[in-house]
């Protein structure tokens, strides 16, 4: 296979495409928008790299020919550490309004916030190399917030409008952590190597141990059968014989074969050891930084006289925040709202008895003063006059200074029937009926209505 050819092949299948070679014939499917888009050409492709060999439908890759051309420069530009920034195929807001289930109020306004942080991903190519094999793997490991993570890119797509610039100051630390990790994912590869290793190992020891066995026996045995001799040359005063068997007994003794044939085995048994050891490399092959995105999300809630503004900090890989009921903390399937805006479960909820609406254990709940009623907010107002809390229906208006007070507070003026302040009404001294001051400087004679004077 020719330069240009096996660069073309590890060029797609470094883009997860799929490449078969048919004769002369490179094709390549299931090849990434992003390069479509950069050459400008939608797959399959069907490539060849000698002039001889082109047919109708086959793109020749010659040194210079466009897509040659696009290859590189899409290496470059993906080289330059042009930021990929994440955008999740479900949106969050979408999620989120899907997953609130809401009672009361609906969603009214929507905002969304978006911030990215550095998500490193790196792909480790280890080799595990043993007596003469060697297992090669690829991994891909990712790093968020110094955290290794499972991560499925394939549940993203990419930002389209350009987003800030990522603090990167962490990559070396996020690499460290994924080279710590590789450790973690060829671990199996290892265990299954060295348990060969060691059985294989504890064979060829076990053999060499054996032939040294042997040879220290015969060694053994041949001096006996020398001092036996020797004995016996001793006995007949076999002069000749007598040096000769002490001649061998002293060269055993003097070049300590015993010694050499354990410094024999020693070394034979290192040097299985060594044969038997086992490699593993482990080398980057690439990084790439995605920018990864946390949501603030803002919502307005509104139902009937209800408003709440809500700030959910929303982060991907963890699920959505589980909102509590504001008075019993008891986390909330169904989202009900007072008219305080607060979180409520069902059961701590009480209706005001004047508007029905609903109030929870956290609203301060008014008694009316006056008929006992439990009330919202709303439906209570407190009198200038008495400071006493009542339904509101319980109000009417001083007529001459046009201030609020309650029913209690006023009293009628039995003739314009205008309302006004106690301190600003004259009673007749005769019939005893109340008159305001204006009427009663109008009509009063001595102190006695109209009526009374006749
Ligand atoms: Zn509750
Ligand atoms: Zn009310
Ligand atoms: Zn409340
Ligand atoms: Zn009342
Ligand atoms: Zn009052
Ligand atoms: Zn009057
Ligand atoms: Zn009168």
Redesign the pocket.
Known sequence: MGELARFTEQFFQSLNAQTTWNGNILEVTKVPEAFENWAGKKAPFRLVFNPGEEQADTDLITKGSFLLKSMTSFLEQKGQATLTFLKPLLDPLEFVQKTLNLKNTTISHTKKGVTYIPLYEFTFATTVAYLNKKEQSLQKLYVLNGQRMLFDIDKFTYESTPAPSLDTSNLKQSYEIAKAATREGIQSTITKAATELQEKLAKEHTRIKAHYENHRRELQTTKMKLELQLQEALKENNFPKIAQCQEKLKQIASTDLVKKLQDEEQFFLTDERQKHSLGVDTKLVSTIVYGFPEYQLELSLTGKDIVRQLIIPYSLLSPLPLFSCESCALPLREIWCCTSGHFSCLPCLVGCDLCRQPLCKRCRIQKCDLCGKDLCKKCTARCPGCLKAKCSSHFGLDYLTGNKRCTSCLKT??????QTLPSSIKPCDKCGKD??K???AASFQAGRCKGCRS
């Open positions: 003026c039995t003739s314009c029937t205008k008159f305001c204006p009427c009663a």
